[in-house]
Every structure is written in C-alpha cells, then in structure tokens.
Nanobody
C-alpha cells in the first residue's frame, strides 16, 4: 500500500498563489504517473493536472491552463502543483492521485491511490 499526503492548501485572495505538495510513502513502485484532481461541493471530481513518470509530459484541465503548473521530484517522491492567479472558481478540495505505470489518465477510476485532500479557498 502507498500513502499520499497533501499539504499547502489554505485561504487566498483572488489573484494570489498557492503551492500544493503531495508526498508518497509506503510501498515502492518502479514508475507511476501523478495527477491532481479537485472537487467542489455538489460537483464531480475533476482533473486538474497530471505528469508522467519521467516528467516529460504534463497535462492540464482547460480551466487552469496558463495558471497552474505541475512538477515532480522522484528522489523525494513528491509532486507539486503551483497555482497562480487564483480565482474564486478554483475553490475546492484538491486531491493528489497515483496511477501505476508511466502515463497520465484523465479519469479518477484509473488511479489506484489517493490522498485525503487539502482545502483551497479563494475569497476576498
């Protein structure tokens, strides 16, 4: 079993920035893709950003392109989500997810492990 722990959420004003982190521990895998999803009350869990095992390929949801950036440090077993120019519509619980293999997937059922989530609130 793997454990994923997110950190870095909080309250920020519109236009501000936050950096989320997700640390992987427990079972060791040879390679895995990592992604961030988010879920607002009453909504489905939506894909935000994903990164391949090598870090060479990144993917973003349409609503965050140009504002968010995903990266990873495999030595530290950590993935990051830099969020800039935040908008009230970005308010949600953010989850990191691990998918075995090298490729990112856009749908939650294809991920094997999930973190507990971290709240991001964008409000003045």
């Amino acid at each position: 079993q793997a454990q994923l722990v997110e950190s870095g959420g909080g309250l920020v004003q519109p236009g501000g920035s936050l950096r989320l982190s997700c640390a992987v521990s427990g079972q060791t895998f040879s390679n895995y893709a990592m992604s961030w999803f988010r879920q607002a009350p009453g909504n489905e869990r939506d894909f935000v950003a994903g990164i391949s095992w090598s870090g060479d390929s990144t993917y973003y949801g349409d609503s965050v392109k140009g504002r968010f950036s995903i990266s990873r440090d495999n030595d530290k077993k950590t993935v990051y989500l830099q969020m800039n120019n935040l908008e009230p519509e970005d308010t949600a619980v953010y989850y990191c997810a691990l998918r075995l293999g090298t490729k990112v997937a856009l749908t939650p059922p294809l991920y094997s492990y999930w973190g507990q989530g971290t709240q991001v609130t964008v409000s003045s």
